[in-house]
């Protein structure tokens, strides 16, 4: 069964929030930590991961991110809270290795 994830991402001052979804978490963060592609994430320095929902369906990691996208920043907030009240970086002790 495949695991998929919405995410948040955000800056080293916790000013911006940035929702996505990947089926592949490991390589989506480090295409984030090294800029791997021009967007959002890398305009902003969005590269601390604060926030991660898992999924056994794609659909449903898809619809959760609309969901959440749509919503104000205070619920994002508030959802980062509730785990991480602290907003450390939860990928700083992952280890990334180049395909």
Sequence with gaps: MNKSYVYFLTNKNNSV???GVTS???KRIYQHKTKYFKGFT???NCDKLVYIEEFTD???AISREKQLKAGHRKRKEDLINSLNPEWKDLSEDWVFSID
Excluded: G
């Design 42 to 44: 890398s305009k902003y």
């Design 58 to 60: 794609i659909n449903q």
């Design 24 to 26: 592949n978490l490991l």
């Design 17 to 19: 929030i940035y929702v």
